[in-house]
């Protein structure tokens, strides 16, 4: 089970960028699918994005057309580009990953980033 760490996170203006990384202990080439988890202060955790090995990623409604998320296997890091960022946006974002399939009972999760989005 590989250790994830999340970094990137901050304060931003309405309409600027942020880019999220997770960085994994050990490989994530064969891991099935990585994605990022969403949670606002009284509110439900919202999948943002997945990507499975070698397929393509999907989002949630609500950040289409301005996220955008990747996978280094080189660098054995996940990436979430986040781009025309919104108030509705902040949150604290987890990195976690399945090692074999959707909703892996071996699922690892990073600490948590928090994004804030205001003026």
């Known amino acids: 089970q590989v250790q994830l760490v999340e970094s990137g996170g901050g304060l931003v203006q309405p309409g600027g960028s942020l880019r999220l990384s997770c960085a994994a202990s050990?490989?994530?080439?064969?891991?099935?699918?990585m994605g990022w988890y969403r949670q606002a202060p009284g509110e439900q955790r919202e999948l943002v994005a997945t990507i499975i090995r070698g397929g393509n990623p999907n989002y949630a409604d609500s950040v289409k057309g301005r996220f955008a998320i990747s996978r280094d296997n080189a660098k054995n890091t996940l990436y979430l580009q986040m781009n025309n960022l919104k108030p509705e946006d902040t949150a604290v974002y987890y990195c976690y990953a399945d090692p074999r399939l959707y909703n892996d009972p071996a699922r690892s999760w990073g600490q948590g980033t928090q994004v804030t989005v205001s003026s």
């Open positions: 050990g490989s994530i080439r064969s891991i099935y699918v």
